[in-house]
């Protein structure tokens, strides 16, 4: 059976409209549907959203067999859900916060109750159409909670989720009241994906703060998977625009428009109604031009076109009204008999009129406050076959990041963008043609099939790196081997490393001696006279020794600084200096009394910076300094510099876990090796120790151990089974 990819969107790409009590159906232009229209056509492919009309009981079978043909699947909402998950909590709290307009934000518990109930009644649409081995895209913002809550019900189905908003700092994140729900579903998801770099950095940000999840460059684990964000700037059907300039219709709208303009330049902007896209602050920097430079009243005008929205709400109404006022304000100002400065019009064009709009405007201004991607420029920009026109860019859309030859302003700085527009009016043909071909280079490059190709191929190559770590898990096929490998072995050397591998962390060192259950596990393990233990740390050997000492074990210490053989004295590795530790504990001092928190651990051949305690982020930030502000220091002194679990470690480079165990295997043969650690110290072992051994790595992170296990505490549920099975077959 073919595996499917189900795309999933609030909207499905269809308009309904009724008609004489039948339902017609018509198939939407967005981009994103002309994107995606190459996936969800294909073979048993679907996509499943809400039709967009209240549709009876009685009558939906009908329209689910019409959509059907369209390999679509309706979800059909109630027009209270329609109110309160999609008009709530959509947009009057993710929306207004996810844009910055956080006064904007109304935090209504209903809306969070209707938002979960309607993400719930997604998830119940996909899981009857989800078999093994199929692929999930879920879109937007509406649906936050939607890949979590797939995740529950099939564990190992793919899963990409794309934003098609801003992703806001965490600081404006942690707002909302439902934020860790909000990313934990987000966490269902094995790729996440967002329009720039930015977004990327505030959702990894926000998820550092808000969960328990481990970060590392950009792939998060959390509960055992991994999960990678990563930006995907989204294009246009560059061909379709590129096109349209050479229609009939649309030669014949340019040359009517150009006949109505005359000689005059046109400076276009297309908006939907909406308090993010800057259009009050546009037509206060135009009021300013015409105030400041007289020269150019009756040489150029704005064309504003702005696409009705949700006006029954308050403040889109509110702010329809300050737009009608200014607009008005403007034109009986500084009209003339013959000049209108804005052509102002509320409403929606089809697509042809819009080409004819690009083809022809000198300027096309596009200055919102806060934007995901904003493709009215990338659809300028391909209208513009013959390399003329000016793009104004507000440095807050996501194609800012990508149309660096436009001229990008801050939207809030009224004087700037006045400036920019006679800038632009100005422009030599050269100098615009310079800028449009790059821009047009990047636009016909990265356009949408190239979007929805590099995300689909992203998701598999991240279903691949969960699959090469999965691999690893010490499953019970393996733990049953190792037992039966362990009851066979007449010789054993057990090497254990102690923080993270037979106890947990703890910001107080002090605080992570060994349990009695430990010590009980330490037991039953060197009682057998065919085991030799080896517990190789980090710690001091005054720690080990007053741990350890009375017990029948080996012990190494400070990475293998100081060894003790069982019933022998502690022996230093010959020829180790500690002369360099004062120049290097000199400026780990400054780092220390910068950063709360902190703590110079201070070994005899070693020393260790701590900051466990530091907060989220600041402590990151100092490790990276101290490294950089020592690494030459560290190779002019022979030493070796070794970042680790939330420490940085400086010492001889002599100084090896791996030498160490090496060390006392020598001259040795034993049957049974099995080595356990958490940490990037540890991998020293895992790679000196011959392929027969068993290597476990404590902890889900890439390792060059055979397997591994999860944390300590099975770390400790393995040693008594080892232990138990030699036990069983003694009696």
């Known amino acids: ?90 947009n009057e709290v993710l929306w207004p916060v996810f844009h910055y307009m956080v006064t904007y934000a109304n935090y209504e518990q209903t809306y969070w109750d209707f938002y979960q109930t309607v993400n719930q009644k997604f998830k119940d649409t996909v899981n009857e159409h989800l078999r093994e081995g199929d692929t999930v895209w879920v879109h937007d913002y509406q649906l936050l909670l939607l890949p979590g809550l797939i995740r529950e019900v099939q564990s190992h189905v793919t899963i990409g989720f794309f934003q098609h908003i801003p992703f806001p700092s965490y600081e404006i994140f942690r707002l909302i009241p439902w934020r860790d729900e909000l990313v934990e579903g987000m966490f269902g998801a094995d790729l996440l994906g967002f329009h720039t770099f930015d977004d990327v950095r505030h959702f990894l940000s926000a ?27 989204m294009g246009i059907d560059e061909v379709k625009f590129e096109s349209l300039v050479s229609d009939p219709a649309v030669v014949e709208q340019i040359a009517s428009l150009k006949e109505t303009m005359q000689e005059r330049k046109i400076v276009l902007t297309i908006d939907r109604l909406d308090y993010s896209k800057g259009i009050l602050q546009r037509l206060q920097a135009y009021e300013l031009l015409l105030q400041m430079h007289p020269e150019y009243i009756d040489h150029l005008s704005l064309y504003m076109i702005v696409v009705p929205s949700r006006d029954t709400v308050p403040q889109y ?53 806060r934007d995901g991607m904003n493709l009215v420029s990338k659809e300028y920009v391909a209208s513009r076959t013959d390399n003329t026109g000016v793009l104004i860019l507000s440095e807050m859309a996501g194609a800012s990041k990508e149309l660096n030859d436009a001229l990008i302003v801050n939207p809030n700085n009224i004087g700037e963008v006045m400036r920019t527009i006679v800038q632009a009016f100005n422009m030599p043909v050269e100098e615009q043609a310079t800028r449009m071909s790059v821009m047009r280079g990047i636009v016909k490059k990265f356009d949408i099939h190239l979007w929805v190709k590099n995300f689909m191929d992203k998701l598999e190559e991240v279903k691949q790196l969960q699959e090469s770590l999965l691999t690893k898990f010490a499953v019970r096929v393996v733990r049953e081997q190792m037992a039966k490998d362990y009851v066979a072995a007449t010789e054993r050397y057990i090497f254990l490393d102690y923080d993270g591998t037979l106890v ?23 009682a057998d006279p065919a085991n030799r233990v080896i517990i190789i740390s980090g710690r001091r050997n005054q720690t080990l020794e007053q741990w350890f000492g009375h017990m029948k074990l080996d012990l190494i210490a400070e990475h293998g600084a100081w060894q003790k053989r069982d019933q022998e004295e502690w022996k230093s590795l010959p020829l180790l200096t500690d002369q360099w530790k004062q120049d290097v504990k000199t400026v780990l001092d400054t780092y220390t009394d910068r950063t709360p928190g902190s703590f110079i651990e201070d070994k005899s051949y070693s020393l260790v910076w701590h900051y466990r305690k530091v907060e989220e982020g600041l402590g990151e930030l100092r490790a990276n300094e101290i490294i950089n502000h020592l690494k030459v220091t560290v190779a002019d002194k022979g030493l070796q510099m070794m970042p680790g679990n939330k420490v940085i470690e400086f010492k001889n480079i002599e100084v090896n876990k791996g030498k160490a165990a090496l060390s006392w295997l020598y001259g040795n043969d034993p049957d049974f090796i099995i080595a356990f650690g958490d940490d990037h110290t540890d991998e020293d072992i895992f790679k000196a120790l011959p392929p027969t051994a068993y290597t476990i790595k404590v902890g889900s992170n890439i390792s060059a151990a055979r397997n591994y296990l999860r944390n300590f505490m099975e770390v400790r549920e393995l040693l008594k089974i080892l232990s138990a099975s030699t036990a069983a077959q003694l009696k």
């Open 317 to 369: 109404k509110e702010l329809r009204d300050q737009i009608d006022q200014l607009v008005g304000n403007i034109n009986a100002t500084y009209r003339t008999l013959n000049w209108l400065p804005v052509h102002y019009f509320y409403r929606s064009f089809p697509i042809e009129f819009l080409s004819a709009l690009y083809a022809t405007a000198d300027i096309c201004l596009v200055t919102p406050m």
């Open 504 to 526: 947990g962390f703890n910001g107080d060192l002090e605080k992570t001696a060994p349990d009695p259950e430990l010590y009980k596990i330490l037991e039953t393990l060197t």
């Open 1 to 90: 059976m073919v595996n499917k990819t189900i795309i999933v969107s609030n909207r499905l790409p269809v308009k309904i409209v009724e008609n004489n009590g039948e339902y017609l159906l018509s198939p939407s232009e967005g981009g994103l549907a002309t994107g995606l229209g190459s996936v969800y056509k294909k073979g048993d492919n679907i996509w499943i959203g809400w039709p967009g009309i209240d549709v009876p009981e009685e009558r939906q079978q009908e329209v689910t067999d019409k959509l059907a043909e369209l390999n679509l699947i309706p979800v059909f909402l109630t027009p209270d859900e329609i109110n309160l998950y999609y008009e709530g909590f959509s």
């Open 207 to 233: 998820a550092a703060r808000l969960t328990t999840a481990k970060i590392s460059d950009n792939v998060i684990t959390f509960r055992e998977r991994q999960i990678v964000v990563e930006s995907f700037p």
